[in-house]
């Protein structure tokens, strides 16, 4: 799967860019006196994203768009896998289902904020709905094409072994798609947490995009960037730890 | 299977969507469901005529399919250039590289209130977050088609005697293609989503104002209508994308 690091060996030449562009960035704000409100040099954000550590802040707003994107994405899952499973083991329910499913999965998920906020109002639920319908469509191709995959003398053997319809799956099918399904489940996480974020910036008043907005309206450009780096470590440190993850379970399986 | 079983089973498919539809209608009609939240689709369906023929439907489904049009045009622009500048050039990748897949896991969506800050509550901010969003997936698929070319394939070029320029374009452009619309795909879907975003939030024309304006004031049957609509753009955003992926590919098949 393209999209995990490689493990390179450490270059100078990697670092130039990032720590000259952040030295530019203190420079121009030190020198210059000008108010401003969409700018802020590298060591006050920085001393903001600290600030928002130690008061807790910045753990509470995480553990907001972490709850909600990580209970969308299970509940996506979970449905994901309960159609995509016997969508992908028997090709006529799969082409009765063809219309129904493929007239969902061009919306996009956003679209539907204005509806949750509706249903729900403000708050967790609202945003878990619009975090699982997003997530819902990636996990349920990649169920059905990894099944699709499958070996069929494996299929023969569960045949031949006179195994029922949940043995089956249990047995056979789930054992053989789950590499599949991991990188599925790290791809999705990277959409659940957008999405998260993006209803937390458009509308729902809970988890670091929410904060985000508040800092930005506030004219606090310091606090902005500085929840901006915690949303970016977030993202870069859930993706790190499922790469990690997918290697030491499933090697070159996956 | 045959075709005439496969045909047989798309026909099915459509009748089951059409029962769908009708117990919807009918859950609907014996209040199972709060009419406020669940329409019957007949009341979609007349608010989706009327918004088309009477309202203002028609315009911001094309204002949104503008915003999206332009917006990824940009991110095209910028991120096929730079992606193949970069992905050619080794040092360029030793520089740039550490830094791209650090930022690579960002959700882009975190970058909207940063560009309110910049440029406020405009078609500039609208703009510039869905080049952003979309320029992302764009720039790492091309430089991808890019950095693979064959080092044989290479030697050809040079045993060829053609131009760095006439490499780029008869070599590496063909070899990186797939990769780069592999790209574009996943920035169309983007466009999409950040283009109903920004009308939401910015309340300029478009789709996205349509449904949050309709949400708002309880009109459900114009939020549904709306909805649709983003899913009509959605779905024939990838069939016209279909059609150029595989004109662009002929030489593959």
């Known amino acids: 799967m393209r999209g995990a690091p490689r493990l390179l060996p450490f270059d100078w030449r990697g670092l130039v860019l990032p720590v000259g562009f952040l030295l530019a960035i203190e420079l121009i704000a030190t020198m210059s006196t000008i108010e401003r409100d969409a700018f802020a040099a590298p060591s006050a954000v920085l001393a903001a994203a600290a600030r928002t550590l130690s008061s807790g802040v910045t753990l509470k707003a995480a553990g907001e768009t972490v709850i909600t994107a990580g209970a969308g994405l299970l509940l996506g899952l979970v449905i994901g896998l309960l159609v995509g499973i016997p969508l992908g083991l028997f090709r006529r329910a799969d082409l009765l289902m063809m219309v129904p499913l493929e007239s969902l999965r061009p919306v996009p998920p956003v679209a539907l904020i204005p509806l949750s906020l509706l249903i729900f109002g403000f708050g967790y639920r609202m945003e878990i709905a619009v975090v699982a319908f997003a997530v819902v469509g990636p996990i349920f191709l990649f169920t059905r094409s990894a099944i699709r995959g499958i070996d069929p003398q494996l299929m023969e053997v569960s045949h031949a072994l006179g195994l029922g319809f949940l043995a089956q799956v249990t047995k056979i099918v789930l054992p053989a798609i789950l590499p599949r399904i991991f990188v599925a489940f790290r791809i999705a996480l990277g959409i659940a947490l957008v999405v998260a974020v993006t209803v937390e910036i458009t509308a729902n008043p809970l988890g670091l995009g929410y904060r985000m907005t508040i800092a930005q309206q506030s004219l606090q450009p310091d606090l902005m960037f500085a929840l901006l780096l915690w949303i970016g470590l977030l993202g870069w440190s859930l993706n790190a730890l499922l790469v990690r993850a997918e290697a030491r379970l499933f090697g070159a399986a996956a | ?253």
């Open chain 2, 1 to 253: 299977m045959s075709r005439q079983e496969r045909l047989l089973w798309s026909m099915a498919s459509i009748g089951l969507a059409v029962f769908l539809v009708i117990a919807v209608a009918k859950v609907s009609e014996i209040r199972l469901v709060s009419p406020i939240f669940l329409p019957p689709p007949q009341r979609i369906w007349a608010a989706l005529v009327k918004g088309l023929t009477m309202g203002n439907f028609g315009a911001m489904f094309l204002a949104t399919v503008r915003h999206m049009v332009v917006g990824l045009t940009l991110a095209a622009c910028l991120g096929i250039g730079l992606g193949a500048m970069i992905g050619t050039s080794a040092s360029a990748r030793a520089y740039l590289m550490p830094t791209l897949e650090f930022l690579r896991p960002f959700p882009s969506s975190a970058i909207i209130p940063v560009t309110i800050a910049f440029f406020g509550l405009t078609e500039t901010m609208m703009l510039a977050v869905i080049a952003f969003g979309s320029f992302w997936p764009i720039l790492m698929a091309t430089i991808h088609g890019f950095s693979t070319v064959e080092p044989r394939l290479e030697d050809v070029s040079r045993a060829l005697g053609l131009s760095r320029q006439s490499a780029m374009m008869k070599i590496a452009l063909p070899h990186a293609m797939p990769d780069i619309l592999g790209g574009m795909r996943i920035g169309l879907t983007m466009a999409l989503v950040l283009a109903t975003v920004g009308e939401m939030l910015t309340g300029r024309n478009g789709l996205g104002q349509t449904i949050l304006l309709a949400a708002r004031s309880f009109r459900t049957a114009d939020l549904y209508a709306g909805i649709i609509l983003l899913g009509v753009i959605g779905f024939a955003s990838m069939l016209i994308f279909d059609r150029v992926e595989r004109r662009l590919l002929r030489w593959r098949s």
